[in-house]
Structures are given as structure tokens and as C-alpha cells.
């Protein structure tokens, strides 16, 4: 089955690199007009459904992807972005001003380690893996931690080393467990356009 995993578009504090894991922000009017970008690349995918994280910027992204199919939104909770605990809000910076050997480890080791009152990786990555629809052409709108720590497990490279930009396109196809193809990721092809 074929499944398109979205990063929503831009939020304020994106282009300063802050961690706003699970706080409520809306798109920015660039967001909007790159998730509106992104809708009409997939205008003519037969999307089945459209599935969000529950959180604003999310579901806000998700509802301009569904439009040109006449598609419900489908709030799942289990998409959400990394619980940052106290480092919501805060740019890298900030965190190793606040703890920097608490930031060292976590950077080291972010799938064992996490934030102050936040999550790992790995309880983040098994959270989102249980929430993905097994739904062939669905489309999941959700954040960049979710699709890097599903596609990092999936190809067995660093969750450092995948690069999702804000309203980029993953697409694969997988058997409801693991991946089988890899499509595209991190497409932001129709930001250029």
C-alpha cells in the first residue's frame, strides 16, 4: 500500500529553530500558502484519506490537503511532534544554556534520552508507528520529528540524517509494518514551482 507522509507547512518560530513540539501554533501565511502548494501537487492523487496529528498546525495543513478531494480530516493524536517537555519554545541555544550536559546526552543518544518532562525518540517513534493508518493512498499530515523517527527506523540511519522541510512530501509504500519502497522524501519540489 501506498502512504504520503506530510510535514505541515511553516509555523512561527520554525526559521529559529525552536523546539515547539506539542504547543498549539497555527500556520504562518507562508505555511498556508505551502500547504496549499502542496494540496495542488496531490490534486490528482487519489488520496482514500486524509489522516492529522491533532494540533493546529496540522490539522490546518491537513484541511487544504483534503479540500480537492472532498476528503474529512481524521484527527489522531498518536501523530503528534516530540514531546519537548520544558524545552518547548526553546532554540538549541536556550536548551544548553538552561542544561547543557542534559542537551549533550540528548544529542547523543535522543532515542534513549529525553527532554525534561518530554519523551525519547523511541517512545515518540512507537507512538506515531501504532497511530499510521493501514490505509492504502492515504495521506498523514504531521511534524518533522514523527516522519524522521519512522524513516530513520525504517532505512537504519541516524534521525539526524533525514531531512524534512516544513510542507514536504514523503511517499512510500510499505506492508502495513515496514517499508518496502521508498518513493520520495522530503520532496518540496512544489515550493519551487
Known amino acids: ?14 526559521q529559529e529553530g525552536r523546539c515547539v513540539g506539542w504547543d498549539p501554533l497555527p500556520l504562518t501565511e507562508k ?3 505551502q500547504a496549499a502548494a502542496l494540496a495542488r501537487r496531490l490534486a490528482s492523487v487519489p488520496l ?12 490546518e495543513t491537513a484541511a487544504i490537503v483534503a479540500e480537492p478531494h472532498g476528503l474529512p480530516v481524521v484527527p489522531l493524536t498518536g501523530l503528534r511532534e516530540t514531546n519537548f517537555g520544558e524545552w518547548s519554545g526553546l532554540t538549541y541555544d ?3 544554556q538552561r542544561e547543557p550536559e542534559v542537551l549533550e546526552r540528548w544529542l547523543q543518544d535522543p532515542e534513549r534520552v529525553a527532554p525534561p518532562g518530554g519523551e525519547t525518540l523511541i517512545e515518540m517513534r512507537e507512538r506515531v508507528l501504532s497511530a499510521l ?15 524522521r523517527a519512522i524513516m530513520s527506523h525504517w532505512l537504519g540511519t ?11 512530501l514523503t511517499a512510500i509504500e ?18 519551487e514551482a
Open 133 to 147: 493508518p493501514r490505509v492504502d493512498g492515504a495521506a498523514v499530515v504531521t511534524h518533522g520529528g514523527p516522519v
Open 1 to 14: 500500500m501506498r502512504l504520503y507522509l506530510i510535514r505541515h507547512g511553516e509555523v512561527e518560530g520554525n
Open 31 to 33: 505555511g498556508r500558502r
Open 48 to 59: 482514500t484519506g486524509v489522516y492529522s496529528s491533532d494540533l493546529v498546525r496540522t490539522l
Open 94 to 96: 536556550e536548551m544548553y
Open 158 to 168: 541516524s534521525f539526524w540524517s533525514i531531512g524534512v522541510p516544513p510542507a514536504s
Open 174 to 191: 510499505w506492508d502495513g509494518e515496514r517499508m518496502l519502497r521508498l518513493i520520495c522524501l522530503g520532496d518540496t519540489a512544489h515550493l
